[in-house]
């Protein structure tokens, strides 16, 4: 019984050295991928409402007039950390009724809410900052438009366009 354990045990042992053998004499081969994604600059901005109404008030009560409902922002930017996002607002001239009557650009203003976001005055001509950010990522604001309200307009309904810009180098 001895002999047939002591046997066994080295056959056992040759096996295992016979197997090992052939783990280190396995060939290895290996080979690298390099991988590469072009991330370019991207803008996109989403406005809550493409409207801005005002009722209409007595000026000795309300000389100033707030849009009805202000209206929300959404920026989304993508672009090098150094660099400078913005938004700009700009009207196409002065608000205009169907009678060609004016009131000048510059009576509308505007407060803002949110983290880049800055109040401000329309500008004939010239596009006015609405908001400022570093470098890419989301910012959500509001923008509320207020008119002064005065006795010397003419009756109508008056409207302009004014266009949101928004800029990620």
Do not use: E
């Amino acid at each position: 019984m001895k002999t047939k354990a002591v046997w066994g045990g080295i056959l056992t042992a040759a096996a295992l050295v016979l197997v090992s053998t052939q783990a280190y004499a396995q060939a290895v081969d290996q080979k690298t991928v390099t991988v590469s994604a072009t991330v370019n600059a991207k803008a996109k901005l989403t406005l809550g409402s493409n409207t801005a109404t005002f009722n209409d008030a007595d000026p000795d009560v309300t000389p100033l007039l707030t849009a009805t409902a202000a209206i929300s922002v959404d920026v989304k930017t993508r672009t090098a950390a150094a660099n400078t996002v913005s938004l700009t607002v700009q009207a196409d001239g002065a608000l205009t009724n169907a009678a060609s009557d004016t009131i000048a650009i510059n009576q509308l203003t505007w407060t803002a809410s949110g983290t880049g976001f800055s109040a401000g005055t329309m500008s004939s001509g010239a596009a006015q900052t609405l908001g400022s950010f570093a470098g890419g990522g989301n910012a959500t604001g509001s923008q509320t438009y207020q008119l002064v309200n005065s006795w010397n307009y003419r009756t109508g309904t008056y409207s302009a366009i004014i266009t949101y810009t928004l800029t990620a180098p």
